[in-house]
């Protein structure tokens, strides 16, 4: 036995006296989005269309689901292409390097393959060191930002130098099922870092909840989701965003003042707004970002769609609440807060109105055999 | 026929996933495609990466397809100036005849082109759109 | 140099459903040693041009299939150059004569399109083009001309109207054709009808999917002279090649290499573009057939598509072009078209064209492209 004793590295050291604040004192380092980038396909239905196209009553359905329109996929595109558009524009927002990004993960219920990731197609698209942590997740909508906490604890503990992570998804649903109405596509791209002078954004705080509810679910070899009709929202949606909202209000001894926006995963345009006024959220602090009644339900991009639509137009040193929720059941929570970055932000190459809520104008209407015809040739493949 | 594997255009994904094309090491003329020679006499290269904007030169629409694209009903094809010099012809997407000109400007986008069959690989590339 | 030609065969031009590739060869190669008067035992070489038999038909190997038919052992070699196989097999059957190898040289272009289907032949053409770039776009090789037209139509106010003469003239043409695989008459009417192929080209500025075959015998001069056979000679051969993609070219709306070839063709035979009296120009589109006449110096750049239209390349024209309907209407089965041309030209020589006739020729030209203008192959014929 060696008569030195064991000096373990201070970056590792458990405090055995200071307790807690010890700890913190070690592991606090500025953890944070360096920069971001979104993709929606130009295509759109109207919900009047769809509706049309089943005699439906467009009005009754518009005012128990608050969507507009939704985006739709083209003939060309599927939840890889989606995702690495998004990457590009992330880097083309932040100016990164691209080769200093050594994690990507990618969360989509709609990925084409069973078994071979998004991921290292994005990797490769973007030109991503290829010494790289990789891989494609799902959790129904929530995939998207379960990416995002496995790059921040990648990013934050060391163990990555940039992280990217992305939520993408062709959203599915059976011909004639209310879900049609909902159904979107789209892609968000976040970019973390730990250097402080390209944080636009410190990720202070996350918190997520997980339980066995069989609220919405899509079995492997199936085309289109299931789900359990009334049972989504109450005891599925509502429980589990209120639930962990009030945890973090607990944690952080504070209320629905404390923060400049909210974000929460918007299945519809009714839920959210359903559980934001049940928690005390004012409608200033709940429209930034709220995307749905334009673009649908984008999966696994929707709440983070809404963090880009917010960061867009966020002044320094604001306090945001992103919650997202995924059928399976759970909610990732985190509490983030601008900086002065992000004033700098570069907007180079991609044209004019570049922010998420202008682009939006960007359209082209299909009717609804054209939608259809759009979304089958995406499941071809599957009989 | 068309090659059914995937190997060739594996090969190919830095020229289809980010525009990777070589620069003469002498006289930074930039080549899209591979070339051996450059017009200087040089047979040195190096890799370089275009930025995939561009200039409409002239364009068409396809109504036969060819195998791989029969699951699209139409679509636009051009010849597309890089901006960086070398002309290219490329896929257009989200277009139809009407909504191009010749001299238009244009940027690359991420899409899928074919797959092999329902069980095979997807390959995808940059197709080019109106510039925003 | 003088190559002369001893005998030619063709079958006709269309969906031959009943033929295969086998029998195809065989009616071409009979045909033309009847016409010849020769016995199979006394062809010495033998090339074949074909395009895309092992995508067809599942067969390589044609030489074997060629000598086999006639019962030699002579050398027998495939000659591939896209849409212009048959006339660059014509080439090396020319640079076998010349070099001495053969007195005596079978070539014989054949192609058998019909047994796939249109999208299938369709993606199999788009081998002439560059597979990397041109066949990833999807750009079809109508889709690659259309861009080529558009252009064309930009840089030198050429109209539809203009455009659609060319279709029309060929058509005409054809129709005095039995060997043609279209022989009826069109108007401007229905081309405008014809359903729009790739903007601006239409159905009927496209050539067809044809089944056929096409053989000329070739020999050496003094070989010609033994058997009386010395009436129309071969006195230029000439080939150039350009990029294989469109787009890396600075010229799009003209072809190098049929302006090198072409020039080459001029000086070797030493005459100019006013002493041919007859011509085959590629016509696998429209377009094409405007293009070569300018690059092959027939008439300014710019211009051949309203001296088209004007009637000068009309059989009663100053320079009767494709009077067998050119590869739009005569039929364009890929290896053969080459030889087909030659063929035409030999036979108006040779005052064998009946309504077609072009009267008093004494020199011909043929022109034949591969891919986009790739590779030109000219050859000028004389009558001797």
Known sequence: ?383 | MFSSSSIPGWRQYPKRYTLEGTKCIVCEKAYYLKSFLCSCGSRDFKTFKFSGFGKLISFTNITSSCVEFKHMPTYCIGIVQLDEGPQITVALADVSLCDLKIGMRVQSTFRKFYSHGNNGIIEYGLKFVPAL | MKISVLGVGCTKFAELWDKSLHDLIAQAQFMALDDAGIAPAQIESIFVGNMLAQQFNGQAHLGAIVAQQLGINVPSVRVENACASGSSALICGVQAILSGAANVVMVIGVEKMSDVAISQATSALMGAGDYQSEHFAGATFPGLFAMVTRLYMQKYGLTSKELAAVSIKNHNNAALNPMAQFNKKITLDDYFNSPVVADPLRLLDCAPISDGAAAVIISSYDFAKKYGKTGVNIIASTQATDTLDLASREEITSFKATKIAGKKAFEIAGITQRDIRVAEIHDAFSMAEIIALEDLGFFKQGTAGFETAQGKTQITGELPVNTSGGLKAKGHPVGASGISQVIEVVNQLLGRCGQRQVENAQYGLTHNIGGIGTTAVVHIFERK
């Open chain 1, 1 to 383: 036995m060696s008569a030195k004793s064991y000096q373990p590295s201070p970056r590792w050291l458990w405090p055995t006296r200071g307790g807690q604040a010890g700890l913190q004192k070690e592991l606090i380092m500025n953890v944070g989005i360096v920069g971001y980038g979104f993709y929606i396909p130009v295509y759109r239905i109207k919900a009047e269309e769809i509706a049309k196209a089943w005699q439906q009553n467009f009005h009754q359905i518009k005012s128990s689901l608050l969507i507009e329109e939704k985006s739709v996929p083209g003939i060309d595109e599927d939840s890889v292409t989606f995702a690495v558009n998004a990457a590009k524009n992330s880097l083309l927002q932040c100016g990164l390097n691209s080769k200093e990004i050594n994690a990507i993960y990618v969360g989509s219920e709609s990925a084409p393959y069973a078994v071979k990731p998004t991921a290292t197609i994005v990797g490769a698209a973007i030109g991503a060191d290829s010494f790289c942590m990789a891989a494609d997740m799902e959790f129904a909508c929530k995939a998207g930002t379960a990416a995002l906490g496995v790059c921040l604890g990648l990013v934050k503990s060391g163990f990555a130098k940039f992280g990217m992570a992305i939520g993408t998804d062709t959203a599915q649903a059976s011909p004639g099922d209310i879900l049609e109405y909902s159904a979107g596509a789209g892609a968000a791209a976040f970019i973390l870092g730990t250097d402080d002078s390209k944080i636009i954004a410190n990720i202070e705080d996350t918190i997520s909840i997980a339980s066995d509810t069989p609220d919405f679910w899509r079995r492997s070899m199936q085309k289109y989701p299931e789900h359990a009709g009334r049972f989504t929202a109450e005891p599925a949606y509502l429980k589990h965003v209120s639930t962990i909202v009030k945890k973090i209000f607990e944690k952080h001894s504070c209320g629905p003042e404390a923060f400049d926006y909210v974000v929460f995963h918007q299945p519809n345009g009714k839920l959210p707004l359903m559980v934001a006024k049940s928690l005390g959220f004012k409608s200033e602090q709940i429209n930034p970002g709220f995307v749905v009644q334009d673009i649908g339900n984008t999966y696994s991009a929707s709440s983070l769609l809404g963090l880009c639509s917010v960061l867009d137009q966020a002044q320094p040193d604001k306090k945001i609440l992103l919650v997202s929720y995924g059928s399976g059941s759970g909610c990732d929570a985190f509490i983030l807060k601008t900086t002065q970055n992000i004033k700098k932000l570069i907007n180079s190459g991609v044209g004019p109105g570049y922010d998420l809520k202008s682009h939006l104008s960007y359209k082209k209407y299909l009717t609804y055999s054209e939608y259809r015809r759009n979304i089958d040739l995406l499941y071809q493949d599957m009989k």
